[in-house]
């Protein structure tokens, strides 16, 4: 690395979003100025592809993990060019590959985790064996070498609470195992568990946090996601397909809020180490009122179907009505509040929709 940079988040180099309350901002750890190398795995997805890029932005190097089971060369090929990027096309499952590249690495993102409603439901033993055993791997190299961990972990881990808004330090309520979508939340939850494990029993620098309903350009509808879904219906001109009643709630947040909180949870070092953070918007909206706003915007003559969850997904499926996070742990800890509304954030879904339309 030629050009040493100051150590900062690729998109807010030095500034701090106002909260509207008093937050104390405690002093970063990592010592400015260095470039970072950093390990992601999962990097070739939606999320990971984009804080690939942000990372790159601010002077450090990258390099990536994907087996591409549902992330994409598409989302990172435009990276390809740049010299601090690398790549490497393999399950995070190999612990051989995982030790040589957390060994190169300063930091790791362990984003690689089997994603979407629809394949959770769909391939339950490939969700269960994805989500814990990788992390296992990573986590165990990671601490071989004293790296620190990043866990992407799920707002799907408060399950059926009904304590909003979701707090970190509140109960996570699952479902009966019978019920396959609890699968997830429980696979995520045991790498959430073992994750803080590694901080309290083996002081391996380790920071967990829960992400709620993430969207943005490159995400796909292919696995349930309902924003680029609706998008994509509503282009085509083809029927919204609302499931259960409509009268479910997310609250969506664009990807270059995360990636933000992201990059700034771990450059925070030391004060965000053995803590879970929530990251997510507080724009509630029901699904049926999603698929309003975005026939609306798109000028769509399509209409909206209403489609029960034993058809959507399986007999005995069940939503969780709501997802409603607290974010004071993460607005005190690094001064993060999301920017974008949902109105921008589908903006930018339906301009990135019909510029891939245009190249295909
Ligand atoms: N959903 C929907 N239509 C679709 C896909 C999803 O109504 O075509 C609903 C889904 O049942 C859930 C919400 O949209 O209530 C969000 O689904 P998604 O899979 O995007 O994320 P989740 O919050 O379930 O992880």
């Excluded at 918007?281 to 698929?291: C, D, K, V």
């Excluded at 742990?329 to 109105?343: F, M, N, R, Y």
Aim: glycine fraction near 10%; charged fraction near 20%; hydrophobic fraction near 40%.
């Amino acid at each position: 690395m030629t050009n040493p940079v100051i150590l900062c988040s690729g998109m807010l180099c030095g500034t701090v979003p106002a909260t509207g309350k008093s937050t104390r901002l405690p002093r970063r750890t990592t010592t400015k100025g260095k470039a970072l190398r950093f390990l992601i795995t999962g990097g070739a997805g939606f999320i990971g592809s984009h804080l690939a890029e942000a990372l790159l932005a601010g002077g450090h190097r990258v390099h990536i993990l994907d087996d591409l089971s549902t992330g994409s060369m598409d989302n990172i090929r435009h990276l390809k060019t740049d010299p601090g990027f690398g790549y490497t096309i393999e399950t995070c499952a190999s612990t051989s590959v995982v030790a040589e590249l957390v060994d190169e690495a300063d930091i790791v993102y362990h984003l690689a985790a089997a994603v979407g409603v629809e394949l959770i439901v769909e391939s339950p033993v490939r969700t269960i064996e994805t989500n814990v055993h990788c992390t296992e791997v990573v986590l165990a190299q990671a601490c071989k070498k004293r790296k620190p961990v990043f866990l992407a972990s799920t707002s799907e881990v408060y399950g059926k609470s009904t304590s909003f808004p979701f707090r970190e330090d509140g109960d996570l309520v699952m479902g009966a195992s019978t019920t396959g979508r609890w699968s997830y939340a429980c696979s995520k939850a045991i790498d959430e568990f073992l994750t803080l494990a590694y901080w309290k029993e083996r002081r391996l620098p380790t920071v967990v946090a829960r992400l709620f309903n993430t969207v943005g350009p490159r995400q796909t509808g292919r696995y349930g996601m309902v924003v680029p879904r609706f998008v994509g219906q509503a282009l085509a001109g083809r029927p919204l397909t609302v499931y259960g009643d409509g009268t479910q709630t997310r609250c969506f947040c664009h990807v270059d809020d995360v990636v933000r909180a992201l990059v700034d949870l771990m450059l925070l070092g030391e004060l965000a180490y053995g803590e879970v953070f929530n990251i997510g918007s507080q724009e509630e909206i029901s699904m049926l009122g999603l698929a309003h706003r975005v026939r609306d915007l798109t000028e769509s003559g399509s209409d909206i179907e209403i489609i029960p969850y034993g058809e959507a997904y399986e007999e005995g499926f069940e939503d969780m009505p709501r997802r409603y996070p607290d974010i004071r742990k993460i607005g005190s800890a690094v001064g993060w509040t999301p920017q974008h509304s949902l109105d921008d954030i589908l903006q930018d879904v339906v301009n990135f929709q019909q510029a891939e339309a245009a190249i295909v």
